[in-house]
T-cell receptor
Framework: NAGVMQNPRHLVRRRGQEARLRCSPM?????VYWYRQLPEEGLKFMVY????????ESGMPKERFSAEFPKEGPSILRIQQVVRGDSAAYFC?????????????FGPGTRLTVL | QKEVEQDPGPLSVPEGAIVSLNCTYS??????FMWYRQYSRKGPELLMY????GNKEDGRFTAQVDKSSKYISLFIRDSQPSDSATYLC????????????FGSGTRLLVRP
């Protein structure tokens, strides 16, 4: 009964490089959410995706950040031209539906460090 | 002003103590209230889920929501060292319940 999988668990990038974070939802789940957690802060919503659709990206920075959830394969959070301020833990969650009572199950996170 | 305020702690208690964790919020549109537990370097794990006002109990955990005061609480009875973690409150609006708004978390240490 595999939970939400994220890889890599740790990612180090130099300023200006690209970061790709991957998330495989729980089996049977078709809704994916990405959150960012800065040190000593709570999680901040970034984006909500269903297969091949972005439902709500209101929490995504306007530039350099993008997300996708293709028909086949994991969801990808992509950060172009990373800066030091992008250093954070990025968590993915999934749910079976987006119903009001549905639970979001979180993965272990990817810790991005920008040098 | 943050939408959700949570005392960061740390909160240190002896084993067996009753722990009270709290959050206040400013947005009256919140209808869904959750408590997550997060161990160091791990993802959040859902502990309690409450809709609107009232109490909910699950084992040693009790969640309370007071919408009139915009205040939610999590009580842990007979606390154990394994309860040592960061506890995050989270809330959702009726029109966008998937967009969880988290508090910054309270770090709890239960001493043996």
């Amino acid at each position: 009964n595999a939970g939400v999988m994220q890889n890599p668990r740790h990612l180090v990038r130099r300023r200006g490089q690209e970061a790709r974070l991957r998330c495989s939802p729980m089996k049977g789940h078709s809704h994916v959410y990405w959150y960012r957690q800065l040190p000593e802060e709570g999680l901040k919503f970034m984006v909500y995706l269903q297969k091949e659709n972005i439902i709500d990206e209101s929490g995504m920075p306007k530039e350099r950040f993008s997300a996708e959830f293709p028909k086949e394969g994991p969801s990808i959070l992509r950060i172009q031209q990373v800066v030091r301020g992008d250093s954070a833990a990025y968590f993915c969650a999934s749910s079976g539906t987006s119903g009001k009572t549905d639970t979001q199950y979180f993965g272990p996170g990817t810790r991005l460090t920008v040098l | 002003q943050k939408e959700v305020e949570q005392d960061p702690g740390p909160l240190s208690v002896p084993e067996g103590a009753i722990v009270s964790l709290n959050c206040t919020y400013s947005n009256s549109a919140f209808q869904y209230f959750m408590w997550y537990r997060q161990y160091s370097r791990k993802g959040p794990e859902l502990l309690m889920y409450t809709y609107s006002s009232g109490n909910k109990e699950d084992g040693r955990f009790t969640a309370q929501v007071d919408k009139s005061s915009k205040y939610i609480s999590l009580f842990i009875r007979d606390s154990q060292p394994s309860d040592s973690a960061t506890y995050l409150c989270a809330m959702g609006r009726a029109d966008s319940s998937y967009k969880l708004i988290f508090g910054s978390g309270t770090r709890l240490l239960v001493r043996p």
